[in-house]
């Protein structure tokens, strides 16, 4: 059975000693937490994932990065390898996330080129898509969403199926407090599970959807209510133990 997925996404937040204080909540409670039907990832900043693989090392919790170059190494300052990830229990990676696409100007054929190298090192690309507030006024979110899934997975042929995770994070609603409804992210997700079908045949089903986008303890439960959200990547909420504990904690009953 595929498992949900929850992924916190702690953006530039949290020193050593946050990362060490959040986990000291964290892990003291998520033992009461079921996981049987769910995964759950972290994605500290690079200066706290070594000290977080040591602190979650006898916990279910996985550790995710914010982003991964494509080669195992070499003359590429300020960037980190799929291969280092690895070398300290990373299983995750955010690609194109709305932040690196806008602020940093990732374009979509570096963002294919990151998720081959990481799938190819044996991690878990989490390719990010999603329309500004501009295309969706002008009623492009599909054709975005559309494009940034075909360039973004452009060299990956050959797929298992629970080695790729998507999320759609509409940018109008990343830190914003203003979250797609559970209608609008269905529309999205139920579009991609068939445009990933067409890509990948039946096994697409096993992809993981996420959604992502203001994402709280008072809003997930009717976001995971919809039948092709798979999870949610959160970021503001993750910061905070409770909160986040809060929605990895929901009881997931989906609408029939
Ligand atoms: C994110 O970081 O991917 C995100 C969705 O942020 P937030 O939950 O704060 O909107």
């Known amino acids: 059975m595929k498992k949900y997925l929850f992924v916190g996404n702690w953006k530039m937040n949290h020193t050593l000693e946050e990362t060490r204080k959040f986990f000291e909540v964290f892990l003291e409670k998520i033992g009461e937490v079921d996981l049987s039907d769910r995964l759950i990832a972290i994605a500290p900043p690079f200066t706290s994932l070594y000290y977080a693989s040591s602190l979650v090392k006898d ?8 982003n991964a170059h494509f080669a195992d190494r070499g003359a590429f300052t300020g960037e980190i390898s799929p291969l280092m990830l690895r070398e300290i229990g990373v299983e995750y990676v955010i690609i194109g996330h709305s932040e690196r696409r806008h602020i940093f100007g990732e374009k979509d054929s570096l963002i294919a080129k990151r998720v081959e190298g990481v799938y190819k090192f044996g991690l878990t690309p989490i390719l990010c898509v999603g329309e500004t507030l501009s295309e969706r006024e002008v009623g492009q979110t599909l054709e975005v969403v559309e494009r940034q899934i075909k360039r973004g997975l452009e060299h990956i042929s050959e797929l298992l199926p629970e080695r790729l995770v998507i999320a759609y994070e509409p940018v109008w609603a990343i830190g914003t407090g203003v979250n797609a409804t559970p209608e609008q992210a269905e529309e999205v997700h139920s579009y991609l599970r068939e445009l990933l079908k067409e890509l990948y045949g039946e096994r697409a089903r096993e992809i993981r959807i996420l959604y992502g ?16 959200i798979d999870g949610v990547l959160v970021g503001g909420a993750s910061l905070d133990p409770q909160k986040f504990l809060s929605i990895v904690s929901i009881r997931v009953v989906k609408e029939v």
């Open 59 to 66: 916990s279910p919790i996985k550790l995710c990065a914010q």
């Open 213 to 228: 986008g203001s994402v709280t303890p008072e809003n997930v439960n009717s976001l995971m209510s919809k039948p092709n």
